[in-house]
T-cell receptor, first 112, second 112 residues
Framework: GAGVSQSPSNKVTEKGKDVELRCDPI?????LYWYRQSLGQGLEFLIY????????KSGLPSDRFSAERTGGSVSTLTIQRTQQEDSAVYLC??????????FGPGTRLTVL | KQEVTQIPAALSVPEGENLVLNCSFT??????LQWFRQDPGKGLTSLLL?????REQTSGRLNASLDKSSGRSTLYIAASQPGDSATYLC???????????FGKGTRLHILP
């Protein structure tokens, strides 16, 4: 595809349910990033994948959050036992190492 | 730990004015620095990327400068237009294989 895609675009879930958010990066991009943006707030780094290196998970807010990247391409961010404070827009970006980051349109997560 | 500050947090100016958005960062050992814009409810769009060895980059009416030693970057927008209204984010990249750190952004509103 021409750019980074994310699915779903919107997700409404009930407190306590698990959710999976998907990111399809630009083909050939070795780096993949997940961020979240709460209403009126800046971007909060969550996790970073670079090639075959161990991911940088330093931004994950709790052990309810996890992410994987299969085959160096598609990534899934999983949030277990969702809480209302998890409501945010989750943004994915990809890049060649050290180069311009290209962002997807985001997934808006609402936890009721 | 890198900290990024953007001033002002918000700015409203009449159409046609030239304006400057400021970004400062605490750790000057950056690899590059990017400026992004974010439209309401949308993902981020990369505007300019300045390598640490460069002092400025230009794209159309946009000019970004970098003073790495003093930890500062500015984004200059010439002849502002209502379509420039968005949030502008500054993001220094620490190492070629490291994550990017975002400022909280400057919310720009151009009055027609």
């Amino acid at each position: 595809g021409a750019g980074v895609s994310q699915s779903p675009s919107n997700k409404v879930t009930e407190k306590g349910k698990d959710v999976e958010l998907r990111c399809d990066p630009i083909s050939g991009h070795t780096a993949l990033y997940w961020y979240r943006q709460s209403l009126g707030q800046g971007l909060e780094f969550l996790i970073y994948f670079q090639g075959n290196s161990a991911p940088d998970k330093s931004g994950l807010p709790s052990d309810r959050f996890s992410a994987e990247r299969t085959g160096g391409s598609v990534s899934t961010l999983t949030i277990q036992r969702t809480q209302q404070e998890d409501s945010a827009v989750y943004l994915c970006a990809s890049s060649l190492m050290g180069d311009t980051q290209y962002f997807g349109p985001g997934t808006r997560l609402t936890v009721l | 730990k890198q900290e990024v500050t953007q001033i002002p947090a918000a700015l409203s100016v009449p159409e046609g004015e030239n304006l400057v958005l400021n970004c400062s960062f605490t750790d000057s050992a950056i690899y590059n620095l990017q400026w992004f814009r974010q439209d309401p409810g949308k993902g981020l769009t990369s505007l300019l990327l300045i390598q640490s060895s460069q002092r400025e980059q230009t794209s159309g009416r946009l000019n970004a400068s970098l003073d790495k030693s003093s930890g500062r970057s500015t984004l200059y927008i010439a002849a502002s237009q209502p379509g420039d209204s968005a949030t502008y984010l500054c993001a220094p990249f620490m190492n070629r294989d490291d994550k990017i750190i975002f400022g909280k952004g400057t919310r720009l509103h151009i009055l027609p």
